[in-house]
């Protein structure tokens, strides 16, 4: 019996990994690249400490709903399937329901603020375009954006109903943790990846609907914080800022690679 489940909960495992697979070719398949690329780059996420804490809480999920099912599955055989559908109904469904109850509850009035706030809808802006009131008065009418896709066309429409006038767009350069000498590096300063395409993309379509556009690459770790960084060395410290160089270098020349003006802020 125990070699029994043992075959199961590892047929799971695998069949686990195969549907986020799946799901992610198919999340990923309206992108430009090639079948090669998304499995790279899906090999390199699943690489990644938090991917697979995430993935292994989610196996941990579906082994409990495992025991459970096969525990009521036993009951049906033994005592009928009507007592396991009301054992199932009492000591499962209904516990989950009431915590699941409870938890909107107790989400719903620590977030109610009891105010009544009428929305101003005549601050919208309705004419499509953007209002460029930044040259009137100077005042950074700002965002930060994440999540570009291949059409971010109903995206921009909202930014500019609510009057944004610069997006800050942001990319995320990454380390394995705060103790890293340095973080990682393109191949290549003339290639890009996928997730450079559609950068390039969302500032094309926001410097075409007259929306302002600040780059700004963002350090993500695996591990760790940015703002933790303990190297043991200056040479390791010149390791580190030679890495951050190169990739500044990189966004630096976007603009004239792509003939467009947009500032790209460098994070201290």
């Known amino acids: ?33 090639s079948f090669a690329e998304y499995i790279s780059f899906f090999f390199e996420l699943a690489s990644r400490t938090f ?26 055989r033994k005592k009928g399937s009507g007592t396991a559908w009301k054992q199932f109904s009492f000591r499962f469904l209904l ?29 919208m ?9 930044y040259e009137i008065d100077s005042k950074h009418r700002g965002a930060s954006v994440f999540g570009w896709s291949d059409d971010n066309s109903e995206a921009i429409d909202q930014l500019i109903r609510a009057n ?16 890293t ?3 990682e590096v393109p191949e290549s300063m ?9 950068f390039v993309r969302a500032i094309n379509d926001l410097h075409k609907n007259g929306i302002h556009v600040q780059l700004k690459p963002h350090l993500w770790m695996q591990e760790g914080w940015r703002a933790n960084i303990q190297l043991r060395d200056d040479r390791e410290w010149d390791q580190w800022f030679e890495s951050y160089r190169k990739n500044m270098l990189k966004y630096a020349e976007w603009p004239k690679k792509h003939k467009r003006s947009f500032f790209v802020w460098a994070p201290s």
């Open 95 to 123: 516990p989950i329901v009431f915590l699941i109850v409870g938890f909107k509850t107790v989400v719903f009035i620590n977030a109610n603020e009891g105010h009544d706030f009428q929305w101003d809808h005549g601050a």
């Open 51 to 76: 991917i697979l804490i995430g993935f292994h809480i989610l196996f941990i999920l579906c082994c409990g709903l495992y025991f459970v099912i096969s525990h009521f599955v036993k009951v049906g």
């Open 190 to 198: 003339e290639s890009y990846g996928r997730r450079d395409s559609s």
């Open 164 to 179: 944004v006038e610069w997006v800050a767009v942001i990319p995320f350069l990454h380390q394995e943790n705060e103790n």
């Open 1 to 33: 019996m125990m070699k029994k489940k043992g075959i199961h909960l590892l047929l799971l495992y695998l069949s686990l990994w195969v549907v986020t697979f799946v799901y992610f070719l198919i999340r990923f398949s309206g992108r430009d690249g």
């Open 125 to 133: 802006n309705e004419t499509g375009k953007a209002n460029h009131f």
């Open 181 to 183: 000498s340095q973080m």
